[in-house]
């Protein structure tokens, strides 16, 4: 009875360690951008939200994308359309493109709004 909580526990600390190693970098990088013209010295609470911001949108967005819609989306939908066109490449290429290209981890400044995210890649 004890060992799904034993596996349970080891699954939370692996998942806290590795939000650390993620969330330390980026807090440090953030804290590192350059202050704007009307903030005085040191990072303003903006960009470390921004941070923090971006790391918890990259934990979420990230196996989203790696690892359903890459899959699904590019690999299995395309090779399916490509089967059931009999071997016409322009589609599957597509959705190929629209599953696996485009951003995969958030940046701070993709959260105020300097960098766009992208989904997908255009063709």
């Known amino acids: 009875m004890m060992e799904p909580r034993k596996h349970a ?3 939370i600390l692996a998942v806290t360690i590795a939000s650390l190693l993620v969330v330390v970098p980026v807090l440090g990088w ?9 903030s005085g010295s040191g990072p303003s609470g903006r960009t470390i939200l921004a ?19 890459c899959p ?3 690999l299995v939908a395309g090779g399916v ?14 959705l190929l493109r629209l599953g696996c290209s485009g951003t995969y981890f958030v940046s701070p ?4 709004g300097q960098e766009s995210f992208r989904a997908y890649d255009a063709p």
């Open 81 to 94: 359309t490509y089967a059931a066109t009999g071997g016409e490449k322009e589609t599957p290429d597509y």
């Open 51 to 69: 941070g923090v911001g971006a790391v918890i949108g990259s934990i979420f967005y990230a196996p989203f994308k790696g690892l359903i819609m």
């Open 9 to 11: 526990r080891s699954w």
């Open 72 to 74: 699904a989306v590019g």
């Open 30 to 38: 953030a804290q590192e951008a350059p202050a704007s013209s009307d």
């Open 109 to 112: 400044s993709m959260i105020q």
